[in-house]
């Protein structure tokens, strides 16, 4: 209406200090494009070495900022190389050995124009993230397998996650976290129940008792003991759903974090803790197990003085399931950014786990 472009386009853009950042990482790779782009690494390389292929290496790390000297300096693959793959691989979700070795040398050939693509495609996750994100919230990136606590944008605690294997894909939502459940009961989704428990039942008489399940009547929620069920009866099975007890062996592991949604997602504990380890970690139905759940609630419930380190342990292991209702929301983002920047500069790159970046493309 009044002629000035500029300043609408300026309105319109998102507020968030990480779509600046990620418009900078952008521009960052377009000039490098200008500039001829990065060439290929051949082969596999490691500390020590030298040739061909560790002068190419050496080019294509100057190329993308990891390493800081001067590539024709030298031919050799020395401490500086190494250091600069290093960095390479954290930014890329790869194990920092410093070794280029297959996998990293998958991804260091990625070619520019699909790194480019990837960090538009993110930029336009961005537009749709809610202006305001909350001055306390908390931020799961799927690809990154990590869920971030943050205050006034900044992270203050980060914890690894598992979230939904393919096919079981966690879903992409905003909400706010109510919650928190000590020593809960898992009550067994009927999609679960009738692809996995219910099999595992008819080979094994003993599983429910083994696993600490209970059988619950649909209409009325009482309990009722297995012989009271007609198991080669598929239509009276319909009226019956599952549970399993409190206590170590529970799926939900001790405790579990709600934030209400129609997809029945949430955050909760795990008894498989062997999972964290792994560099992708998508194992789950759809909900997000978090690593170090005591440490989670002890932030969520850091202004309740009788929500103590001790309480908070107390009541994690008593068996009794107890609600405890947040006084003030805090706000939830899952969200599926392969390309992000974080508070150091250093522009990530995520494996594209769902297949996303590819259905956005096409």
């Known amino acids: ?51 061909a292929a560790v002068v190419a290496l050496r080019q294509r790390l100057a190329a993308s900022g990891h390493f800081k000297g001067d590539p024709a300096a030298s031919g050799s693959y020395d401490a500086d190389v190494e250091a600069a793959v290093k960095s390479f691989q954290e930014l890329h979700s790869i194990k920092a050995t410093g070794i280029v070795d297959k996998d990293t040398l998958a991804v260091m050939n990625i070619s520019l124009d699909t790194r480019i693509r990837q960090v538009a495609l993110n930029l336009q996750r ?57 020593s809960p009961y898992w009550n067994i989704p009927d999609s679960i129940a009738q692809g996995e428990t219910l099999p595992a039942i008819a080979r094994d008489p003993n599983y429910l008792a083994r696993q600490n399940i209970e059988i619950m009547r649909v209409s009325g929620g009482e309990r009722v003991t297995a012989t009271d069920v007609e198991w080669d009866n598929p239509d009276a099975l319909k009226g019956y759903a599952f549970r399993q007890r409190p206590g170590s062996g529970n799926a939900l592991g001790y405790v579990k974090f709600l934030f209400p949604n129609s997809h029945n997602v949430y955050l909760h504990d795990t008894p498989a803790d062997n999972l964290f380890g792994k560099p992708t970690r998508a194992f789950s139905h759809g909900c997000i197990r978090v690593e170090e759940p005591e440490q989670l609630a002890k932030y969520v419930l850091r202004e309740y003085p009788e929500w103590d380190e001790s309480s908070i342990f107390s009541a994690m292991r008593a068996g009794t399931e107890k609600h405890v209702k947040l006084k003030q929301k805090v706000p939830v983002h899952i969200v599926y950014f392969t390309a992000w920047v974080d508070e150091q500069g250093g522009l990530h790159f995520q494996p594209d786990i769902y297949g996303y970046d590819q259905t956005a493309e096409n």
């Open 1 to 51: 209406a009044n002629g000035d472009v500029t300043t609408w386009v300026d309105v319109m853009r998102p507020p968030h200090r990480e779509y600046v950042a990620l418009q900078k990482a952008l521009d960052a790779l377009n000039g490098q494009k200008e500039k001829g782009g990065w060439v290929s690494v051949p082969a596999i390389v490691k500390p020590g070495s030298s040739g």
């Open 126 to 182: 961005w537009r749709w993230m809610p202006d305001d994100l909350g001055d306390r919230h908390f931020m799961v990136n799927v690809p990154y397998f990590h869920l971030i606590a943050r205050e006034q944008g900044k992270p203050v605690m980060d914890i690894r996650v598992v979230v939904g294997k393919v096919g079981n894909n966690t879903p992409l939502f905003s909400d706010e976290m109510e919650s928190v459940v000590f």
